[in-house]
């Protein structure tokens, strides 16, 4: 391949510089997602109008007078009418708040797992490796080489050992040893941080997207700390990176049914037996960007353990697009020509990717906007949409909402265009970057490594509103709000970060292409 054939667009995969970007989340807002975020506000907030109302009440009562309360009695005494209908209205509003009003769900605490050092993997190992595998072109060995270039990624990423070894060792064997060294080494830094009894873990999670073994991985869990015989678990697979959030929705639902109990969440994605050996550039693409990770999250519903959590969740909203085909079929597991499997990743990716974003945000930003943000919001959308105005579009200011952004760290591309979208600042984007430049693309817990940079930064006080936004195959697009209990010391943290936090944030070179 000459200097000349480097330098032209990569073509048909995301790579190329003519690549769809976000859509511009200024125009084409659609009313209707306006009304669903509006929806479940109203849906699961009737206990706000409540409450006032009861502590109104409360207030009242404290101001009676010893004669106030015998002369009410006096009149009750004599009017059974009035009895009555005190009384069916008490317990109809107490009754009414009991119902209406959630459980709240903390997160008590979460580990991110870190592989040893000998499953670093810089991008000249990564090279020297896929070189010697034998069944990369020259073409597509340098395909390989702009793309993990531009990719955002570090010298310090963790691949598997069947994966660097020479020849590699894709089977079942080592992707079981991938998925206990991951599962087991963020569960047992957990329980370590919680003290929890094993035992006492009523509800388990385990999202993996690409390796669904028999016996399944909620299993192997189980098998290894000998939980409890009535846990409630769910594995759930090929839900792509997005999935770690579906199960914290998951297991919020759950919690809101089961009373005093704990729910362990395990994300996390393999590796070993998805490693693409073909030359479709299309499936080449997840070779240089996914990465060796997993964490591990802890979430309660008792309320004796608010005051040791860190956390508490505020909302979650999830958007799935598969009923669309170009939504549904744009990252794809299948075989290439060779009948190589490898996941495909189609040129609309971006586009997809953008509207099932301004879709889920549209829908979160009723719930978190301040009131003033969401009026000169829906001003302008109303005379936009219905009174045909040319104004301009209003974008509210997430920042007003929000103290921290964990965005997906699924590429570099994505995060460029976020960031110009929502307007956000280099420090509000760290986290994700750094996550990608350090751990790369671990898929569902990358998240969880980008919260783990925050509270090891300092940056997390009392009061602060964290914002996890991921999206994934199918197209889904799922965000979680939580509100710190507490200020996080980073000193009494133990995470993957906390030996070399202070080498953070690094440079990463500029690009002038848009990558995945």
Not at 40 to 68: E, I, K, N, R, W
Not at 307 to 331: E, G, I, M, P, W
Not at 480 to 498: C, D, F, G, H, Q
Request: aromatic share 10%; with cysteine.
């Amino acid at each position: 391949m000459s200097d000349s054939d480097l330098r032209k667009p990569l073509n048909p995969t995301p790579g190329s510089s003519d690549r769809t970007p976000l859509p511009d989340f200024k125009k084409s807002v659609k009313l209707k997602y306006v009304k669903l975020g509006y929806h479940y506000l109203v849906t699961h907030g009737m206990y706000l109008f409540l409450s006032p109302l009861v502590v109104l009440l409360a207030a009242q009562m404290s101001t009676f007078s010893v004669q106030d309360l015998h002369d009410l009695w006096e009149h009750l005494r004599y009017n059974l009418i009035s009895v009555i209908a005190c009384s069916t209205l008490l317990v109809f509003l107490a009754t009414l708040y009991v119902l209406t009003r959630p459980r709240p769900v903390y997160l008590v605490d979460f580990a991110c797992y870190k592989p040893d050092e000998e499953r670093k993997c810089t991008k000249k190992i990564f090279m020297e490796r896929s070189g010697l595998t034998g069944t990369f072109t020259e073409e597509n060995l340098l395909f390989q080489k702009k793309i993990l270039e531009r990719s955002g990624l570090g010298e310090s990423t963790y691949l598997p050992e069947a994966v660097l070894r020479v020849p590699p060792n894709p089977c079942m064997a080592e992707a079981r040893m991938e998925a206990e060294a991951v599962m087991f080494g963020a569960v047992d830094q957990l329980l370590e941080k919680t003290k929890v009894n094993p035992k006492d873990i009523g509800i388990l999670i385990v999202n993996c997207s690409l390796f669904n073994p028999t016996p399944s991985l909620s299993a192997m869990v189980i098998n290894h700390y000998k939980l409890r015989g009535n846990i409630r678990s769910f594995n759930l697979g090929g839900m792509g990176c997005s999935a770690g959030l579906i199960s914290i929705d998951l297991a919020k639902d759950l919690l809101q049914v089961h009373p005093n109990s704990y729910a362990l969440v395990i994300s996390m994605e393999n590796i070993t037996l998805n490693w693409y050996f073909g030359n479709e550039r299309s499936m080449l693409v997840s070779n240089c960007l996914f990465r060796m990770g997993g964490a591990a999250i802890l979430l309660s519903n008792r309320g004796r353990d608010r005051f040791r959590s860190k956390y508490r969740l505020v909302h979650t909203v999830r958007t799935n697009k598969a009923s669309d085909d170009k939504c549904f079929s744009c990252v794809t597991q299948e075989e290439d020509k060779e009948g190589k499997v490898g996941v495909s990743l189609s040129k609309d990716l971006m586009a997809v990717a953008g509207d099932a974003l301004k879709t889920n945000i549209t829908t979160l930003g009723p719930l978190v906007l301040p009131m003033s943000e969401q009026l000169l919001f829906f001003a302008t959308l109303v005379g936009r949409k219905l009174l045909k105005m040319k104004v301009k579009p209003y974008i509210p200011d997430f920042k007003l909402a929000f103290e921290h952004f964990c965005i997906h760290a699924g590429g570099r591309a994505v995060l460029d265009e976020l960031q110009k979208n929502l307007h956000l600042s280099d420090w509000h984007m760290e986290p994700s970057r750094m996550t990608l430049y350090r751990f790369g693309n671990t898929s569902s817990s990358s998240l969880w490594y980008e919260l783990a940079y925050t509270e090891s930064k300092g940056r997390i006080r009392r009061g602060d509103r964290t914002w996890q936004i991921a999206f994934g195959s199918g197209f889904k697009c799922n965000s979680a709000v939580w509100k710190a209990l507490r200020t996080i010391n980073p000193a009494k943290e133990k995470n993957p970060w906390m030996d070399e936090i202070d080498a953070f944030p690094v440079e990463v070179p500029k690009i002038t292409l848009i990558d995945t």
